[in-house]
């Protein structure tokens, strides 16, 4: 989606980024009414697991 000049996938290191996963939470709680909190939980779970390896 959003490439450097040499190549390196931006958006795969904002997304791996604790404060943006945070923010997107946060923002999904307050915008959509549908949001799952549960469900992102895990996600933020297995996300902390890719992070740390």
Request: glycine fraction near 8%.
């Amino acid at each position: 989606m959003v490439r450097g000049e040499e190549g390196e996938d931006h958006i795969r290191y904002w997304m791996r980024n604790r404060n943006t996963v945070e923010f997107i939470g946060l923002w999904e709680t307050l915008h959509n009414p549908g949001f799952k909190p549960v469900e992102f939980d895990t996600l933020e779970k297995k996300l902390d697991l890719i992070i740390l390896t």
